[in-house]
C-alpha cells in the first residue's frame, strides 16, 4: 500500500487543485504556503478562466465558486481570431471525436488558412464549430471526414444567447473532399447530440465558395440537423469528378435556398427517397465542367469563356457590407483583393 500523506508544498492554483484531488482521493494533505497573503503569487490582474480550466475545476468541485466570484468577459472571442495558419496532422489515429480544428467562442474568423489533412488514419473533422458568429472566409480546406462541422454551442450559454448564435458566414473558401477521406459530408449546420433546443437554429450564409470532389462514390454538399435550420446558398461552384448524379445536395433535414450555383449536370437534390426539409432553387447554372485552370494543379480560376463567369446573384442584403466578398485565397496562407468586373463569377475566384 503506497503513502497516504501527502506534503503540498505550495498554495497556488497548482498545489491547492492537487490538495483538493488528492483529498477526494482519500489522501492526507497539508498544504504549506510561504506566503502569509493568499493573493500574493498573482498581484493585480484579472485571471481569465477559459472552458477547459473551468472543467478542470469542475472535476474538483470549484468551478460554480469561480463562476460566481467572476464575471463574462465580452471580448473574449475577439481573441481568438485564426488568420494565416497551416494547421494539420492532427486528431487521433481510430477515432473520429479529436478534429484539426475544435472551437468554441464569440465572434471568432478564420481567414486565409490552409487547413489540411489530419493524421493518417484521424476521422475527426477539418474545422469543428460551436461559436456565435463565426465567419469562415478565403480559406483552402482540404481532405477530412466533414471540412465544415457547424454544431451547437456546448459549453457556454453564453454563446447561445448571443445575438450572432444564429447566423454563420461561409464564403470565398476552397473546399476539397479525396476518396477515402471518411463520410461524404462537406458541410453540416445545426447541433449534434444533446437538446435540439440548443442548436443554431438560424441562418448559414453560404457563398462564392469552390467546391471540388474527386470521390468516386456520392459527395454530400449540405446536412441541416432539423428543418429549424436553413442555408442560403448562392454563387457556389461544387464540383464532382464523378457523374453529377453522385452530387446531393441536401441529406434530408432543413431549409435549402439555392440561386445560381454552378452544379454538374444531374445533381441530385436529396440524399433520401422521402426528405423531411425543403430545396427552394431560385436557378442553378449546371455543366459538365466549371473551366477550372488546373483540375489536376489545382489550380480553381476560371478561364476564359467557362460558365461561372458573370453568372452570380447578388449577394443576400443581409451579409452586407461586413461580408462582402472582397478577397480571394492565395496559396498558400495568404490573400489577395478580388477583382471587381461586371455581375460577380461564381466560385471562390473571380476571372
Ligand atoms: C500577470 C499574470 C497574468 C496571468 N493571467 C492568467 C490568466 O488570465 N489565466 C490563467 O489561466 N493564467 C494566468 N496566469 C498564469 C497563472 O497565474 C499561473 O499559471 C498559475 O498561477 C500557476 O499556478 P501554480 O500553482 O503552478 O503556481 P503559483 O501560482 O506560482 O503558485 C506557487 C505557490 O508556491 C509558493 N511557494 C513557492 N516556493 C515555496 C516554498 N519553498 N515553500 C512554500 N511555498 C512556496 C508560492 O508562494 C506560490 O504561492 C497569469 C500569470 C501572471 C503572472
Redesign the pocket.
Known amino acids: 500500500m503506497g503513502p497516504s500523506r501527502v506534503l503540498v ?7 491547492l487543485s492537487a490538495a483538493i484531488a488528492l483529498g477526494m482521493a482519500r489522501f492526507d494533505v497539508t498544504v ?4 502569509q497573503d493568499v493573493h ?3 498581484y493585480g ?5 477559459p472552458s477547459n ?1 473551468l472543467r478542470a475545476l469542475e472535476a474538483i468541485g470549484c468551478a460554480q465558486a469561480c463562476i460566481a466570484a467572476g464575471f463574462p468577459a465580452s471580448g473574449w472571442g475577439k481573441m481568438y481570431d485564426v488568420e494565416g495558419n497551416y494547421i494539420h496532422d492532427n486528431g487521433n489515429v481510430g477515432s473520429n471525436f479529436e478534429h484539426n480544428v475544435y472551437v468554441e467562442a464569440i465572434g471568432i474568423t478564420f481567414q486565409y488558412n490552409h487547413l489540411g489533412a489530419l493524421l493518417p488514419g484521424a476521422g475527426g473533422n477539418n474545422l469543428k464549430d460551436r461559436s456565435a458568429g463565426l465567419v469562415v472566409r478565403y480559406n483552402w480546406i482540404e481532405h477530412s471526414n466533414r471540412q465544415l462541422d457547424l454544431v451547437h454551442g456546448e459549453d457556454s450559454v453564453l454563446v447561445r444567447t448571443d445575438p450572432r448564435y444564429r447566423t454563420t458566414h461561409v464564403y470565398g473558401n476552397v473546399i476539397i473532399e479525396h476518396p477515402n477521406s471518411g463520410n461524404n459530408d462537406i458541410c453540416f449546420y445545426g447541433g449534434d447530440g444533446g437538446s435540439a433546443q440548443k442548436f443554431r437554429k438560424g441562418v448559414l450564409h453560404f457563398y462564392n465558395n469552390t467546391v471540388v470532389s474527386d470521390r468516386t462514390d456520392n459527395t454530400r454538399l449540405f446536412r441541416m440537423a432539423t428543418n429549424d435550420e436553413s442555408i442560403d446558398a448562392r454563387n457556389n461552384i461544387a464540383y464532382v469528378t464523378a457523374a453529377g448524379a453522385n452530387l446531393q445536395v441536401l441529406d434530408n433535414y432543413g431549409r435549402l435556398t439555392l440561386t445560381q450555383n454552378w452544379f454538374k449536370t444531374g445533381w441530385t437534390r436529396f440524399v433520401v427517397s422521402r426528405p423531411k426539409g425543403t430545396i427552394t432553387d431560385n436557378g442553378t447554372v449546371t455543366g459538365t465542367s466549371p473551366g477550372f485552370v488546373s483540375l489536376g494543379g489545382q489550380d480553381f480560376h476560371l478561364t476564359s469563356g467557362s460558365q461561372p463567369i458573370d453568372a452570380g446573384t447578388l449577394l443576400n442584403p443581409a451579409v452586407l457590407p461586413d461580408h462582402n466578398v472582397v478577397r480571394e485565397y492565395l496559396k498558400h496562407l495568404s490573400s489577395v483583393a478580388r477583382a471587381v468586373h461586371g455581375p460577380l463569377d461564381i466560385g471562390a475566384y473571380e476571372f
Open positions: 508544498v505550495g498554495g497556488g492554483i497548482g498545489g504549506v504556503e510561504r506566503q500574493s503569487s498573482v490582474v484579472g485571471i481569465i478562466q480550466a
